[in-house]
Every structure is written in structure tokens, then in C-alpha cells.
């Protein structure tokens, strides 16, 4: 069975820190995600990768930034923590709309 | 007006209905389509997807795409306790992942 792994469930950080997010995948996919999931907003898209050290910006990337230096992992990064970034954050990846694509179980991070 | 709608509800069933949830759309470019479920405090979980108009048929779960009106439906006949979760539509035009809108989701309660 195919796999989205986050590292972190829950999450609390300070104003200002520096805050990683990490996301592995078992699926050897070329295409992972970044959202975030916030209450009467939806998903909304951060950032994207098609693949190695390939990034795009989504819909709301301002305030982070990814990272994909190996094809299984990808991470987000918020360069300085602030209390409107908490939210729940998802990572996904697959292959194409055509198949669907497969989330991890979130990180709920909570900045204070 | 978003470009994918889906009633937030909640919606209330008793145990062995049949469940119908709906997404409209304004796009009409969109080709692929897809329903997940999320169980509270988890990340979504991929039901069905499909290419275009048609119906697609899995178990329980039966999967509509009306494009002429622009409408998706999930049907679930049967309905459990365990159907209740937060379903969400999402659409994309591509086959790409950048592309992939999604509903605000619908919640569902089954009860015994």
C-alpha cells in the first residue's frame, strides 16, 4: 500500500522561528505538494514539485518555501513563523490527476 | 463565487440510507475529477477518481460527471456509521497537480 509519510502531527512553534515540515513518500512519484487546510478556505495550494530540485509556486506561497533535494522527500519550510501560518498542513503526491493523488495524515501546527 | 461549490453541510443520515453528495463548477475545462473522504483529524483519503463524463462504480460508492451541467455527484448506498467523515471534490483540467481545485467539502453524519 502506497505511502505519504509526515513526520510531525502536531506542532507548536513561537513567532519568528524557523519551522521545517517534512513529508517522505514511498511511491518513487515525480509530482508532491504542499497545502494547507484552514476552516471555510479549503485546500489551497502552497507549492509543488515535479521533480528533483524542480519547485513551483502555488496558489499561496508567500511565507514559505520548499525544498526537494532527493525525489521521496519534500519539505516546507516557513522562514519566520508567524500566527496567521497556523493551520493543518498536507503533504500529497502521486503521479497525475489520473490516478488520484495520496495525502499524509497532516501536521497541525499551531504558532504562538 | 468560488469555482467549485460543495454544501458545507452538515448532512444527517440514518444508517442504511442512501447518501447523495454534489459539486458544482464554473470551469468548464475541467476533465478530471476526483471525491476523498477525511475523517476528522486526518489527512483526505482518495475514494474515486474519474476521466470526464460517465459513471464509475466502486462497492458502495458510485461516481457521476455531468459536464453538460457542470455537476459531480458521490453516491453511497448502504450508508454506515463509519461513512461519517468530511467528503471533498476536487476537479483539475490537466493532468498536472498544480491544477487541482477543490470543494470546501461536505460533512456527513450517519447515525446507527
Known amino acids: 500500500d502506497v505511502k505519504v509519510t509526515q513526520s510531525s502531527r502536531y506542532l507548536v512553534k513561537r513567532t519568528g522561528e524557523k519551522v521545517f515540515l517534512e513529508c517522505v513518500q514511498d511511491?518513487?512519484?515525480?509530482?508532491m505538494f504542499w497545502y494547507r487546510q484552514d476552516p471555510g478556505l479549503g485546500l489551497r495550494l502552497i507549492y509543488f514539485s515535479y521533480d528533483v530540485k524542480m519547485k513551483e509556486k502555488g496558489d499561496i506561497p508567500e511565507g514559505y518555501s520548499v525544498s526537494r533535494e532527493k525525489k521521496e522527500r519534500f519539505s516546507l519550510i516557513l522562514e519566520s513563523a508567524s500566527t496567521n501560518q497556523t493551520s493543518m498542513y498536507l503533504c500529497?503526491?502521486?503521479?497525475?490527476?489520473?490516478?488520484?493523488?495520496?495525502f499524509g495524515s497532516g501536521t497541525r501546527l499551531t504558532v504562538v | 463565487q468560488k469555482e467549485v461549490e460543495q454544501d458545507p453541510g452538515p448532512l444527517s443520515v440514518p444508517e442504511g440510507a442512501i447518501v447523495s453528495l454534489n459539486c458544482t463548477y464554473s470551469?468548464?475545462?475541467?476533465?478530471?475529477f476526483m471525491w476523498y473522504r477525511q475523517y476528522s483529524r486526518k489527512g483526505p483519503e482518495l475514494l474515486m477518481y474519474?476521466?470526464?463524463?460517465g459513471n464509475k462504480e466502486d462497492g458502495r460508492f458510485t461516481a457521476q460527471v455531468d459536464k453538460s451541467s457542470k455537476y459531480i455527484s458521490l453516491f453511497i448506498r448502504d450508508s454506515q456509521p463509519s461513512d461519517s467523515a468530511t467528503y471533498l471534490c476536487?476537479?483539475?483540467?490537466?493532468?498536472?497537480?498544480?491544477?487541482?481545485?477543490f470543494g470546501g467539502g461536505t460533512r456527513l453524519m450517519v447515525k446507527p
Open positions: 511511491m518513487d512519484h515525480e509530482n
Open positions: 474519474t476521466y470526464s463524463s
Open positions: 500529497a503526491g502521486g503521479q497525475g490527476a489520473s490516478y488520484g493523488y495520496t
Open positions: 470551469n468548464s475545462a475541467f476533465q478530471y
Open positions: 476536487a476537479m483539475s483540467p490537466n493532468n498536472a497537480g498544480n491544477m487541482l481545485t
